[in-house]
């Protein structure tokens, strides 16, 4: 098995409301993250805040993605922000297909494919989201779902591109809900994942693509969770806007490396 490295990515969704709340945030992570140097870190930020961010992580080992993108590079797209943006407001990461945006903004798989591709003509590496909801699982057919994430996202990509994505295991039922897959539920999922993508393309390269954990993601199973064979980092949504919880997460992540 190859040795990848871990990433922990705090999405930060529509928070905080105000942008004091955000600045501070950013300050208390600056100083709670600078002893972590194994773990790569990430933050994701609303759009509004990034330039700030940006200006307030420099010189840290803290770097910036956004929460999504529009697949162009400009045009009349009221209220899109495109790739070049991301990359000129300091991005290295881009979410991608959150559960959020494919429930409540008609994201398809159709849109994703294109943003991710979009991405990574710009240096930006998508972190991709799959993940069944509640009762996708109820009924048996999580991996069949997950499968056809995975498929329908990354379907026709040359494998030189596929090397800059990275995947994120969300089940929908433990989004915000408290409720977290068992270690080694994620993990089984994470191996079929795997699987999946070496069906896809070479087994090598599957190989070495990082695949996160997201869904209530807390300083107390952060450990359990990370010490998986194939969980090679986490999105972190509510503990991440918690200087304190998300630095613990990163500190889990650090001792198991
Ligand atoms: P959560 O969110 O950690 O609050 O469950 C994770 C995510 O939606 O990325």
Redesign the pocket.
């Known amino acids: 098995m190859k040795t990848r490295p871990k990433l922990i990515a705090g999405?930060w969704?529509m928070h905080p409301a105000d942008g004091k709340g955000a600045l501070e945030l950013l300050r208390q992570l600056r100083a709670r993250l600078a002893p972590f140097s194994r773990v790569k870190i990430a933050v994701c930020p609303p759009f509004t805040i990034l330039h700030q961010a940006a200006v307030i992580l420099k010189d840290t080992r803290v770097t910036l993605g956004a929460q999504n993108l529009h697949w162009e590079e400009t045009g009349a797209y009221t209220g899109e922000i495109s790739p070049s943006m991301l990359r000129a407001a300091g991005c290295s990461y881009v979410?991608i297909g959150?559960?959020?945006r494919r429930q409540y903004f008609s994201e398809t798989n159709e849109n994703i494919q294109r943003k991710i591709k979009a991405a990574i003509s710009h240096n930006l590496s998508p972190i991709v989201?799959v993940g069944e909801t509640l009762s996708q699982r109820e009924a048996g057919v999580m991996k069949d779902v997950v499968r056809e994430h995975i498929r329908e996202a990354l379907r026709g990509m040359d494998e030189e591109a596929l090397r800059e994505v990275i995947i994120?295991y969300?089940p929908v039922w433990?989004?915000?809900?408290g409720k977290t897959a068992t270690p080694s539920q994620a993990q089984e999922m994470h191996l079929f994942i795997r699987e999946t993508l070496s069906d896809m393309f070479d087994l090598p390269l599957s190989d070495s693509i990082l695949i996160l954990y997201?869904?209530?993601?807390?300083p107390e199973n952060a450990r359990d969770l990370l010490g998986q064979p194939d969980i090679d980092g986490a999105?972190?949504?509510?503990?991440?806007l918690n200087a304190v919880s998300f630095a613990q997460i990163v500190r889990s992540g650090e001792e198991i490396i």
């Open positions: 999405n969704k979410i959150h559960s959020e989201c994120a969300e433990a989004i915000g809900t997201g869904g209530s993601v807390k999105l972190v949504g509510g503990a991440s």
